[in-house]
T-cell receptor, first 113, second 113 residues
Framework: QQQVKQSPQSLIVQKGGISIINCAYENTAFDYFPWYQQFPGKGPALLIAIRPDVSEKKEGRFTISFNKSAKQFSLHIMDSQPGDSATYFCAAETQGGSEKLVFGKGTKLTVNP | DVKVTQSSRYLVKRTGEKVFLECVQDMDHENMFWYRQDPGLGLRLIYFSYDVKMKEKGDIPEGYSVSREKKERFSLILESASTNQTSMYLC????????????FGQGTRLTVV
């Protein structure tokens, strides 16, 4: 049972374009939604995270949009750069749960120069 | 500089061998995790531990066991390696509490022949 559904599986964007990755969840007990970025040969690293009491969080070129009623959240990468080429994972965690993250299947982003 | 260190980057083992994957963290984190990463399947939780000598099964524990004798060290054990356990294995740690960042090691690419 996939608790966090992520799309697309792969994404190709031109330099300067906007990259958008979407995630959806069913469990309304989820209340923490981080995004992890993984470069080839490296482990994932936290990129940005949001809690459901806000609808948007921005850090530099990276923005999370959160729609609680639709149970969806997305990552927007503005002015995408070749250095952003990586695999991105959305995740979710439950308050008062066992502190373990549930990950989406990942999106491989390629930004062409 | 916080660090999660996995003992091997690459391992090749024979079918039926007992395999140990070691992970050490230097952040005094209570929680430690073992994930398996396969293309198209994302990160799947095998086991996690929230304290020394404590462990809980994740989503795919079959064929694996774990050991946590010291707070900083979490070992994944494949009792009898099989070819379907060929994969990338990622260790992670996080501090206790809600909404804490998970720090990942660089991964161990295990090939079972």
């Amino acid at each position: 049972q996939q608790q966090v559904k992520q799309s697309p599986q792969s994404l190709i964007v031109q330099k300067g374009g906007i990259s958008i990755i979407n995630c959806a969840y069913e469990n309304t007990a989820f209340d923490y939604f981080p995004w992890y970025q993984q470069f080839p040969g490296k482990g994932p690293a936290l990129l940005i995270a949001i809690r459901p009491d806000v609808s948007e969080k921005k850090e530099g070129r990276f923005t999370i949009s959160f729609n609680k009623s639709a149970k969806q959240f997305s990552l927007h990468i503005m002015d995408s750069q070749p250095g952003d080429s990586a695999t991105y994972f959305c995740a979710a965690e439950t308050q008062g749960g066992s502190e373990k993250l549930v990950f989406g299947k990942g999106t491989k982003l390629t930004v062409n120069p | 500089d916080v660090k999660v260190t996995q003992s091997s980057r690459y391992l090749v083992k024979r079918t039926g061998e007992k395999v140990f994957l070691e992970c050490v963290q230097d952040m005094d984190h209570e929680n430690m995790f073992w994930y398996r990463q396969d293309p198209g399947l994302g990160l799947r939780l095998i086991y996690f531990s929230y304290d020394v000598k404590m462990k809980e099964k994740g989503d795919i524990p079959e064929g694996y066991s774990v050991s946590r004798e010291k707070k900083e060290r979490f070992s994944l054990i494949l009792e009898s390696a099989s070819t379907n356990q060929t994969s990338m294995y990622l260790c992670a740690s996080s501090s206790q509490g809600w909404n804490t960042e998970a720090f990942f090691g660089q991964g161990t690419r295990l090939t079972v022949v």
